[in-house]
Nanobody, 127 residues
Framework: QVQLVESGGGLVQPGGSLRLSCAAS????????IGWFRQAPGKEREGVSC????????YYTDSVKGRFTISRDNAKNTVYLQMNSLKPEDTAVYYC????????????????????WGKGTLVTVSS
């Protein structure tokens, strides 16, 4: 059974850091792409970052470039999202999802390409 479990969310002050984890089970992570999405209250879900299978190519939405880093540890079947210099506008529920590839359309990571989703972890950036 395919399962994704996010962890690492919490309350952090502006300028702080968090590392989110996405632990996979039921499949071998290195054969799939893993994407991170977020949804803030009252807003649509947004693709944040993605790491491809194989060469591990990465995608970041413009608003997080230079601040967030996605990585994978195949031995632990886990993908991480290191988030630095956090801003209040980063506040959202963060989800990880998987598919064979990172679906990027018109420069945006799309969620409809992802087959399996975790339940999310809440990140709150506030002083």
């Amino acid at each position: 059974q395919v399962q994704l479990v996010e962890s690492g969310g919490g309350l952090v002050q502006p300028g702080g850091s968090l590392r989110l984890s996405c632990a996979a089970s039921g499949f071998t992570l290195d054969y799939y792409a893993i994407g991170w999405f977020r949804q803030a209250p009252g807003k649509e879900r947004e693709g944040v970052s993605c790491i491809s299978r194989g060469d591990g190519g990465t995608y970041y939405t413009d608003s997080v470039k230079g601040r967030f880093t996605i990585s994978r540890d195949n031995a632990k079947n886990t993908v991480y999202l290191q988030m630095n210099s956090l801003k209040p506008e980063d506040t959202a529920v963060y989800y990880c999802a998987t598919d064979l590839s990172c679906g990027v359309v018109a420069g945006r990571l799309v969620d409809y390409a992802m087959d399996y989703w975790g339940k999310g972890t809440l990140v709150t950036v506030s002083s």
